[in-house]
């Protein structure tokens, strides 16, 4: 095992990556930094719900991994032999679901061969800003750099010293920020996950339409559940007066909730930028997709003069781009897995 090792780090490196944390199955291809594939496959299921079903998401994966794996080797141009290691998701996330890809990374390595790399979820939705895509220049932050990390289960303000060297200086106490985009949006009647139609709903509306209640908490540190609270006690004073209050103000309402979780996230973010003294400034997670955030992040570089890095859409959300690349830095080091290691429900960095 170690002189085949030493012959591949001379070489291209090849990882296959697997993503299964939560309600999306996703696998991809990575040569070096250079992604090669990544298939998603969504799960509609939860829909009808408003929200994920940990015991279906698990029986999709279960029903998905097989062909999403099969299509990310085809669409990479390579075949299995090719393959140097397989990195996967080990938490956090769902049990059922982590489990799916864990285990199906298990038989894979031992099939092949080929050495397992455990992937930190939160670590993996960060490294996309060094994944490359062929054809683009897209450009990588330098270390050290701060990166708020946003998503439906994570509020977290992390300082990036290295690879595999970061440090969460702030967390949300309660609800994450992608939660609070679902939550209002589901009480505005709005499908699962709420945030990219509240995002959409956004851009027709008046962002100072209505004002909704701002944490005060010390340090680094979020809060989104008096929002949600607020915004719930709001409805319901408003509906009392009329029933189609929803209806007639739905994009003000969207736009004005937008705003303040914008204005949130920023505030802290700014205040850590300015007391660390860091100019290198990047989004990650499922709620960096969103358009006020982006935005308001450009707006604010300009004052501060912040280099800011915000990934591609697609490496926004779940996706198995982000663990390939995340398994790759770990290979360069020779990180791992053993043969018996189980996923993990909770954990940090
Ligand atoms: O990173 P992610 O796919 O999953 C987790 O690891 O949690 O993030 C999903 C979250 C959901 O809460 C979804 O509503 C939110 O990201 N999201 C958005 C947008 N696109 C996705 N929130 C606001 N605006 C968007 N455009
Ligand atoms: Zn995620």
């Not at 001379?10 to 990575?30: F, H, N, Q």
């Not at 994966?61 to 080797?73: G, M, T, Y």
């Not at 300015?274 to 570089?301: M, P, T």
Request: glycine share 8%; hydrophobic share 40%; proline share 5%.
């Amino acid at each position: 095992m170690p002189v085949t090792k030493i012959i591949k780090v001379a070489m291209a490196i090849v990882i296959l990556g697997i993503e299964s944390s939560c309600d999306d199955t996703s696998a991809a291809v990575i040569r070096d930094r250079v992604l090669l594939s990544n298939i998603i496959a969504g799960q509609k299921v939860h829909i009808q719900y408003g929200g994920v079903v940990p015991e279906l998401a698990s029986r999709a994966h279960q029903q998905n991994i097989v062909p999403v794996v099969n299509q990310a080797i085809r669409d990479a141009g390579i075949s299995r032999s090719q393959i140097d290691a397989v990195a996967f998701t080990r938490g956090p996330g769902l049990l059922g679901s982590l489990l799916v890809g864990t285990s199906f990374s298990k038989g894979f390595s031992a099939a092949l061969d080929i050495p397992m790399i455990e992937v930190n979820h939160l670590q993996a939705h960060i490294l996309v800003h060094f994944i490359e895509s062929a054809g683009s220049a897209q450009q990588s932050p330098e270390f050290p750099f701060l990166c708020l990390l946003v998503s439906g289960g994570h509020t977290q303000l992390v300082v990036v010293r290295d690879y595999d060297r970061m440090e969460i200086i702030g967390r949300t106490i309660d609800d994450a920020s992608g939660e609070a985009f679902d939550k209002c949006a589901k009480l505005l009647g709005l499908p699962y996950p709420g945030g990219p139609h509240i995002d959409k709903l956004a851009g027709e509306g008046d962002p100072d339409r209505f004002t909704f209640n701002k944490p005060r908490l010390p340090g680094y540190d979020y809060s989104f559940s008096g929002l949600k609270t607020s915004f719930l006690y709001f409805l319901r004073d408003r509906l009392r007066e009329d029933p189609e209050f929803i209806g007639k103000n739905m994009a003000d309402l969207a736009s004005s909730l937008q705003k303040t979780i914008v204005e949130i996230l920023m505030h802290k973010l700014k205040r850590a930028a300015k007391d660390l003294k860091i100019k290198q400034i990047a989004l990650a997670g499922g709620v960096s997709a969103n358009s006020g955030l982006r935005h308001s992040l450009r707006l604010e570089a300009e004052k501060q003069g912040w280099q800011v890095y915000v990934p591609p859409i697609a490496y926004t959300t779940d996706n198995a781009a982000m663990i390939a690349i995340t398994g790759y830095y770990r290979f360069l080091k020779g990180e791992f897995a053993s043969e018996d290691v189980v996923p993990q429900a909770r954990i940090y960095f």
